[in-house]
């Protein structure tokens, strides 16, 4: 005899949204580490082409591990 349990839980998922200091490639390259090991790999995306440098997180997290990843490497962020 075989059990067969399935999940059926739903998780939303949040987008966070901060305005930066990111201001170019470069400084992407920078903060690649730092918001991989924080918001996860090809989870965050940031839009150089905005003039708030809106970096985008598709995760539910708290925010501010976010604006602590990013000090660290030298940046800014602030929730918007």
Do not use: H
């Amino acid at each position: 005899m075989f059990l067969l349990i399935i999940d059926t839980t739903v998780i939303s998922m949040e987008t966070l949204t901060f305005k930066t200091n990111i201001k170019c490639s470069a400084c992407v390259a920078k903060v690649t580490l730092a918001l991989n090991e924080s918001a996860g790999e090809n989870k965050w995306t940031v839009d150089l082409t905005d003039p708030a440098r809106t970096l985008t997180i598709q995760e539910s997290m708290e925010p501010q591990k976010i604006v602590e990843a990013l000090k660290k490497v030298g940046y800014n962020a602030e929730r918007v």
